[in-house]
Antibody, heavy 118, light 108 residues
Framework: QITLKESGPTLVKPTQTLTLTCTLS??????????VGWIRQPPGKALEWLGL???????HYSPSLKNRLTITRDTSKNRVVLTMTNMDPVDTATYYC??????????WGQGTLVTVSS | EIVLTQSPGTLSLSPGERATLSCRAS???????LAWYQKKPGQAPRLLIY???NRASGIPDRFGGSGSGTDFTLTISRLEPEDFAVYYC?????????FGGGTKVEMK
């Protein structure tokens, strides 16, 4: 059974760096053609795709956020880490990670709400 | 970068009615790599349709997807009370894997 769970701080201050962890279960990021993506949803707004990392360590990022985002993997601990620098109140959102088959997100974590406020 | 535009923004319908949601892409979605997700407050998105037509595991057959090229449609043949939610399309042909702005299906 494939499951994912996001974890990290619920509150960060403006200009700080956010680090979120996605813990994987039921699959491994070393499996061919598997990836993990990150998506967020600000309150009352639409889903926004942030980026993804593949089994072969290939990464893709949203063009509008690529200068602030880093996605890494730790296959020994079966987890993926999202780092976003220079956080701003507009980055307040629920952040989701998802299992991808090819490029399709077919399983989602429950999400974690991150609030950016001083 | 492919931009997806969903319409209408809000659809007000009654249970038992048919819902037709549109998703238009700014360029051709190669291989019909277009998915639809259902989103309810406090819940993770749920994959409904992938590859334009295919229902995901466990999705009732009242949900149907169609389209090609730049125009895609999600149809809910007869709305059940649990279908009132926000629906998003997403293309996964090219990065960035953008989502549309969503269509809210609300109870009339």
């Amino acid at each position: 059974q494939i499951t994912l769970k996001e974890s990290g701080p619920t509150l960060v201050k403006p200009t700080q760096t956010l680090t979120l962890t996605c813990t994987l279960s039921g699959f491994s990021l070393s499996e061919t053609a598997v990836g993990v993506g990150w998506i967020r949803q600000p309150p009352g707004k639409a889903l926004e795709w942030l980026g993804l990392i593949y089994w072969d360590d290939v990464k893709h990022y949203s063009p509008s956020l690529k200068n602030r985002l880093t996605i890494t993997r730790d296959t020994s601990k079966n987890r993926v880490v999202l780092t976003m620098t220079n956080m701003d109140p507009v980055d307040t959102a629920t952040y989701y990670c998802g299992h991808t088959s090819g490029w399709l997100v077919d399983y989602w974590g429950q999400g974690t709400l991150v609030t950016v406020s001083s | 970068e492919i931009v997806l535009t969903q319409s209408p923004g809000t659809l007000s319908l009654s249970p038992g009615e048919r819902a037709t949601l549109s998703c238009r892409a700014s360029q051709t979605v190669v291989n019909s790599y277009l998915a639809w997700y259902q989103k309810k407050p406090g819940q993770a998105p749920r994959l409904l349709i992938y590859n334009t037509f295919n229902r995901a595991s466990g999705i009732p057959d009242r949900f149907g997807g169609s389209g090609s090229g730049t125009d895609f449609t999600l149809t809910i043949s007869r709305l059940e009370p649990e279908d009132f939610a926000v629906y998003y399309c997403q293309q996964y042909a090219f990065a960035p894997l953008n989502f549309g702005g969503g269509t809210k299906v609300e109870m009339k």
